[in-house]
């Protein structure tokens, strides 16, 4: 196995405007609704640190002071909850403020994901890293990052997740042209497609918000020009690091995903990810379920 420095620090991009989440998310970050008790983007904190990466640089923008309040303390409640003898909340309200190391840049313009990810490089600097999209969750039980980290160790440049969908959905997506390895969830990207048509699209396997970059992304990223939407886009500069050889930090890898995920950004599936994850819960399940079975019935009969 090469000699490749180690994955540290997570990046995660958290600036977007949520357009879709409207009016929700006119004064609050989508990525702070709740999914049943806990906001999504504490979900991601803690994949990237069940990962080994305690040191988390949040890419926020304009009204993104609540992801800041989460993770920090709050001793006020937290005296309030002491004075009651409640500790089991008091615990759950500690957590957040003792994942990680959490550091904070603000991207101003949310020129694109790209231009999200070249605001980390002061924080970076010169070592791989991982980006994790703080609307994007994966189930804690599937280990995609650790995975996704081991294959950056063991082939250099960049890693990105890939998850296989029906042919006619790969038009909402970035999709990518694979090769096989001798690892049988691991292919080499020879090219990505932002939003192919049906006719066009390279394969099934669409880019999740998972990456594992090398640095050299940096430099790509300063050159890479807006694309779709007018935003600087990872997607692109990630091509570019497809066509570039090894020794200049080029070579991109993907990891074939087939667990559980959860896109919280979108309105459907937020709705799914709350629904299941209270089906989970021992604490809610006993009484939800029930009502659940009893609400689709009653919802069908009328
Ligand atoms: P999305 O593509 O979901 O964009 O970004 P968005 O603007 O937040 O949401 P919609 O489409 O308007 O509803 C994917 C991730 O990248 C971050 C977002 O916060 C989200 O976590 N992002 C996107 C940035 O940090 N900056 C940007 O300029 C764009």
Redesign the pocket.
């Known amino acids: 196995m090469a000699d490749y420095q180690p994955v540290l620090k997570a990046v995660v991009?958290?600036?977007?405007?949520?357009?879709?989440?409207l009016p929700a998310?006119k004064a609050t970050?989508?990525?702070m609704l709740p999914v049943v008790d806990k906001p999504a983007i504490q979900y991601v904190v803690e994949e990237a640190v069940s990962a080994g990466l305690h040191d988390v640089l949040m890419?926020t923008?304009r009204s993104k002071r609540s992801i800041e309040d989460h993770f920090d303390r709050a001793y006020e409640l937290e005296e309030a909850l002491r004075a009651k003898g409640d500790e089991q909340r008091l615990a759950a309200v500690r957590e957040s403020s003792d994942l990680a190391t959490m550091h904070y840049v603000r991207?101003g313009d949310?020129?694109?994901?790209g231009?999200?990810v070249h605001c980390a490089r002061g924080h970076v600097g010169n070592e791989p890293f991982a980006v994790l999209?703080?609307?994007?969750m994966i189930d804690a039980r599937d280990k995609l990052l650790t995975r996704m980290i081991e294959v950056r160790q063991r082939y250099g440049g960049s890693v990105v997740a890939l998850q296989e969908v029906a042919p006619d959905q790969v038009s909402s997506y970035g999709c990518a042209a694979i090769t096989g390895t001798d690892e049988d969830d691991v292919v080499r990207i020879t090219d990505l497609v932002e939003k192919p048509s049906v006719e066009e699209a390279p394969s099934n396997w669409i880019i999740i918000?998972r990456y594992v970059c090398d640095p050299a992304v940096f430099d790509v990223l300063e050159k890479t020009p807006p694309g779709r939407g007018g935003?600087i886009q990872l997607t692109d500069a990630l091509r570019t690091l497809a066509d570039t050889p090894a020794e200049e930090g080029g070579g991109v890898y993907g990891v074939k995903f087939r667990g559980r995920r959860y896109d919280t950004?979108n309105k459907l599936e937020y709705l799914r990810t709350v629904v299941q994850f209270a089906s989970e819960r021992d604490d809610l399940a006993p009484e939800f379920m029930p009502w659940l079975r009893e609400f689709v019935a009653r919802h069908d009969a009328s």
């Open positions: 991009p958290a600036a977007g405007l949520g357009t879709r989440f998310t970050p989508k990525e890419i923008g991207q949310p020129r694109g994901l231009h999200a999209l703080g609307d994007d918000g935003e950004g």
